[in-house]
């Protein structure tokens, strides 16, 4: 089984609905964090959490929203979805230190029509 | 602010040959992670190397190695004897020093292409 598994994995809708996308790990590791990425312009920090009750706002967190629900799920909103939302996201875990890597899900392929 | 740049769009490469990723920073810290991460076609992202800003010596990985240059802020990721297999995205990333405000950050990646 993933250590990091992302729900749906492909996610297709209207403009104006509401979206979540879904993050839990079995790694035991207090961070939690979201991307999206669109071609050229690499991943891009949403939210990221270093434990249930510290959210923190990353580079582009206007039009999302976060809960972390428990130490192992950290699931991501798009409260009225628009297309230029449309995406790749990533959820990764990593530990305590900025010596160690981010473990990333698969990944959720986003398409807002 | 921090920066990562990742100049080379995209680079083709006979396979067997070595391969240089460029990844230059920029930060006023004196304590900092350097990573790499491959991302194949079929999307996952994958942890390749680690580099401390302390570290005194070139991190190495199998046939992955960094040349960490900390005066010129550069952390170029070397393949030795490319294989097809290594055709993806490579992205460079920094993490501050605990406590800092500031974000973990990406490049924009390199495609690089293994050509048979």
């Known amino acids: 089984d993933a250590d990091v598994t992302q729900t749906p994995r492909n996610r297709i809708t209207k403009t104006g609905k509401r979206i979540m996308l879904e993050c839990s790990q079995t790694?035991?590791?207090?961070?939690m964090y979201w991307y999206r990425q669109d071609p050229g312009l690499g991943l891009r920090l949403i939210y990221y959490s270093f434990d249930v009750k510290d959210i923190n706002k990353g580079e582009i967190s206007d039009g999302y929203s976060v809960s972390r629900q428990a130490q192992a799920k950290f699931s991501l909103s798009l409260e009225s979805a628009i297309p230029n939302q449309t995406a790749l996201y990533f959820c990764a875990t990593s530990k305590q230190g900025y010596n160690q890597p981010q473990h990333f899900g698969d990944g959720t392929r986003l398409s807002i029509l | 602010a921090q920066k990562i740049t990742q100049t080379q769009p995209g680079m083709f490469v006979q396979e067997k040959e070595a391969v240089t990723l460029d990844c230059t920073y920029d930060?006023?810290?004196?304590?900092?992670?350097l990573f790499w991460y491959k991302q194949p076609s079929s999307g996952e992202m994958i942890f390749l190397i680690y580099q401390g800003s302390y570290d005194e010596q070139n991190a190495t990985e199998g046939r992955y190695s960094l040349n960490f240059q900390k005066a010129r802020k550069s952390a170029n990721l070397v393949i030795s004897a490319s294989q097809l297999g290594d055709s993806a995205m490579y992205f460079c990333a920094m993490t501050p020093y605990p406590g800092r405000d500031d974000k973990i950050i990406f490049g924009k990646g390199t495609r690089l292409h293994i050509l048979p």
């Open positions: 930060t006023s810290d004196q304590s900092y992670g």
């Open positions: 790694k035991g590791h207090d961070r």
